[in-house]
């Protein structure tokens, strides 16, 4: 399993947590080069997947993955809720012998806390498109092999905290020139959308009526899928930080109020895209995304 395999086949997937988890963990155990929890434990005593425990408040659950010394690792579905699932681990830290670290993954995000009792309690977010770096990769290690990596030492009484490298940026990112052909295809579309009733022709409005709803479904379903018709036509999508398709609210805020605002000043917010390291306009500054080939 290569970092573009794993990270494209997870990317495309839509399972839901019960479905897509043990294969997501298997290979990531591909991808670092580190053994299954079977391959290694199996009668499942120290290393297994759906570990039975008892909660803090009452009551029984089960932990997705532990590994004793290690971790204790709860999945939930693609953008759910990944402070729930912390606290959910929170519940079972005592039963899994407390284990240095929590691991929360949603199959795009894997966020590490930190465990130890006396020592601050500290977060780091590995993102899949993180995964194409080697030293990303090197610190998910270390929660397999090595979890005292993330531990804060003391030096001359400050706690210092391990240093985890800032992603690179998004990759695959659409030139200033294509996204220009774009949007001149967008504003066609726009151009066509206002003449609708004029081409029905009068005596018509029903026809018109028809072609306008017709008309805002097919933007609707674009902007659900991250795209404009001319991003569509010249095959890119806006996608936000995580690498995920913008999606419906975003592609709102970033077409209608963002685009507003890079108008103005003789459309210098348009312009900063040419200047920019990660191609973004005032728009994609202020809903967060970036734009990309397909």
Known sequence: MNPSKFINKWKASNLRERSASHEHFIDLCRLLNEPTPAEVDPNGEWYCFDHGVSKLAGGAGWVDVWKRGYFGWEY?????????????????????????????????????????????????????????????????????????????????GKHVYPVMPKPRRVRGLASPGKRLVASILDLLALVIFVMIPGIAGEGREGVALILLIVSIVWIVRLFVQGTTPGK???????????????????????????????????????????????RQGWHDKLARTYVVNL
Request: hydrophobic residues 40%; aromatic residues 10%; glycine residues 6%.
């Open 76 to 156: 939930k579905g693609k953008r759910k809720d990944l402070y729930a699932a912390y606290v959910q681990l929170q519940q079972y830290a005592v039963a899994l012998e407390n284990p240095p670290l929590l691991v929360v993954c949603d199959m795009d995000r894997f966020q590490i806390h930190t465990n130890w009792i006396n020592t601050d309690h500290q977060v780091y977010e590995i993102t899949l498109d993180d995964l194409h770096e080697p030293e990303q990769r090197k610190r998910l290690k270390w929660v397999f092999s090595n979890p005292e990596k993330f531990k804060t030492e003391k030096k001359n």
């Open 232 to 278: 569509k036509i010249l095959g890119m999508r806006v996608v936000k930080e995580g690498g995920q398709n913008a999606g419906l609210g975003t592609m709102l805020l970033r077409e209608v109020i963002g685009k507003s605002i890079s108008a103005m000043i003789l459309s210098l917010g348009f312009l900063w895209i040419l200047f920019d390291r990660d």
